[in-house]
């Protein structure tokens, strides 16, 4: 049997805490293993889950530095928001890549540096940079933040003196003046991703790059529509990974699993083959984002008896349901393109957000959802707010509603367990 390679030298050259490191790694392998690997007549093709998830701080990492290293790629970018477009930086060569931000961490030297009462998400990668145990973190080139949540933006000041970062301003109302000033933003950029990288955007590599991420999109919404199916062809909980797994694997060759995932999907549809049996409760999910290790609701609900058919999320239908118009021919063209297509996210910062409501709804039926499940993030004033709107629209719709807010410790798991069978008793 070949050697099993040891990456703690590279982790080592990155600056990382190696033991740190290793207990992390040893607690989301078993949560892995726990929630996961139990799941009853996954879909073969998840398998490329299992890889994505053993590679995640490892394999991958390696691959992209070596990719670095051998002038095939030029810079790493890391990003927390889907509102930082993917194309820009694989035209320039670069490597688009979502930072961690899904378990707590190091969280007294966070509280240093950012108030207690802050959400989880932000605490996490402030913890995560802090206590050096993230590889994505620390192989990155440059950090591009957003002006979004109040959180995210102070926290970014102080995540600006552990990184070097650019923060894009993201507008919070959707109207024709705004898009004007994002797709300047958008072009800004462009210009300093270009400089970053030291790569001129050319039309055919932005073409290229638009593409491909197209191509990854419709991927997702090819899978995303077997869900619809009662039985459900795939769980919750491999659902989002495909999407989590979306913002760190190499493009192409996760656009390839997802379409053998979404092929294999499809013919359990047609065989009437499901993870749990017909008529099991069927869950929408909407909220906060769920970054990886972030898997607790979804695992409670399944384990509940449920199943979650659908995600209106960022790390759900927000990130892939909207492709960029590829018949742009000239930079500024396709840059404007791109900057439509983002500008169609309606993240809870933007005011007002009826158009969210309407797709929390428009999903809730073509999945023939039986419940919604709303979820907001501790300390998360946006979608908490927001969770009353999504409860009127709901209501309006006939369709059952609970909320949540909740962070990342197991503490309140027990009792979400019990509210969540009784949600699902009720519908
Ligand atoms: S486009 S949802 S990924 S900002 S949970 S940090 S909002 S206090 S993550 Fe998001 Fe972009 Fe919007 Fe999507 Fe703030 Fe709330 Fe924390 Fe949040």
Known sequence: MAEEFDFHPMWESLGMNLADHDMLL?????????????????????????????????????????????????????????YVPEEIVLACDG???????????????????????????????????????????ESSDLVVGENTCDGKKKAYEFFATQKNMYVMDIPNVHDESTLVTWKAEVKKLAAKIEEECGVKITPERLKAAIHAVNEKRRALQRLAATRAADPAPISGLDSLLTVQAAFMDDTPRLTGAINDMAAECEQRVEAGEGVAPKGTKRILYT???????????????????????????????????????????????????????????????????????????????????DGIVDVALQFCTLYEMESFAVEKAAEEAGIPFMHITTDYAGEDAGQLQTRIEAFLETI
């Not at 207690?116 to 802090?130: E, H, V």
């Not at 309606?346 to 999903?363: E, G, H, L, S």
Request: with cysteine; proline share 5%; hydrophobic share 35%.
């Open 287 to 369: 909220g906060t984002p769920m970054a990886v290790p972030n898997w607790k609701l979804f695992n409670l609900i399944e384990k509940a008896g449920g199943v979650v058919v659908g995600e209106e999320s960022c790390t759900g239908s927000r990130y892939y349901k909207d492709l960029v118009d590829e018949s742009g021919e000239t930079i500024d063209e396709m840059l404007d393109a791109i900057a439509e297509r983002y500008f169609k996210i309606n993240c809870a910062v933007f005011t007002p957000n009826d158009q969210r409501m309407k797709d929390i709804v428009q999903m809730a039926k073509d999945l023939h959802a």
């Open 26 to 82: 040893g607690a989301v392998g078993q949560m892995y293993g726990d929630m996961f690997l139990p799941q009853n007549n996954r879909p073969k093709s998840t398998s490329y889950l299992d890889f994505v998830a053993t590679n995640i701080h490892s394999g991958r990492i390696k691959e992209m530095l070596d990719k670095k290293e051998a002038g095939e790629a030029t810079k790493i970018v890391g990003s927390f928001c889907v």
């Open 95 to 137: 490597i688009p890549v979502g930072l961690c931000s899904g378990a707590d961490w190091a969280t007294d030297k966070v509280e240093e540096h950012l108030p207690r009462n802050t959400c989880p998400l932000i605490k996490s990668f402030a913890g995560f940079k802090l206590g050096e145990v993230c590889p994505y973190i």
